[in-house]
């Protein structure tokens, strides 16, 4: 399966020297090149003590969505649950944020360093329901290894 494929790969990514955002940026470019339905891959993070997200590294379609409130969107609500989201049809999700019109579909995890949602990987599919658990495995992994580099 790609997924294990790629986990290597990402603990190559994190375990370099260049800076933290380099590296994110690398792990966006890697899993949107790999994973055929994933077609947007960027990072949100706290904005200091503010209740809200501001947009780190990212690949794919530029965004005016650079600051979400906490609460808003699936993002938003990430934020406040600390818990993953996935929605498999973003156009039946009362609380969703529309970045574009092609996107079908939202997977979100957050990530947490020392116990504490300091933000999270959100990836947006322009394919109906692709998400499974694998990817959830997956993406959990990857906010592991991205914890690790922010601690």
Not at 18 to 43: A, M, P, T
Not at 64 to 92: L, M, R, W, Y
Not at 100 to 111: N, Q, R
Request: proline share 5%; with cysteine.
């Amino acid at each position: 399966m790609i997924f294990e494929q790629l986990k290597p790969q990402v603990e190559a990514i994190t375990s370099k020297k260049s800076s933290v955002d380099e590296r994110l940026f690398e792990i966006c470019q890697l899993l949107e090149k790999h994973i055929h339905y994933y077609n947007w891959v960027g990072f949100y993070f706290r904005n200091r003590n503010k209740e809200e997200l501001k947009l780190g590294p990212y690949v794919g379609t530029p965004t005016d969505h650079t600051i979400i409130p906490f609460g808003k969107g699936i993002c938003g609500q990430v934020a406040v649950s600390n818990q993953n989201f996935v929605v498999p049809d973003v156009s039946v999700q009362d609380n969703y944020i529309a970045c574009s019109m092609t996107v079908k579909a939202e997977i979100v995890i957050p990530i947490f360093v020392n116990g504490k949602n300091i933000g999270q990987i959100d990836i947006d599919s322009n394919t109906p329901d692709p998400f499974t658990e694998a990817d959830e495995r997956f993406l959990e992994f990857v906010t592991q290894k991205v914890s690790e580099i922010l601690q």
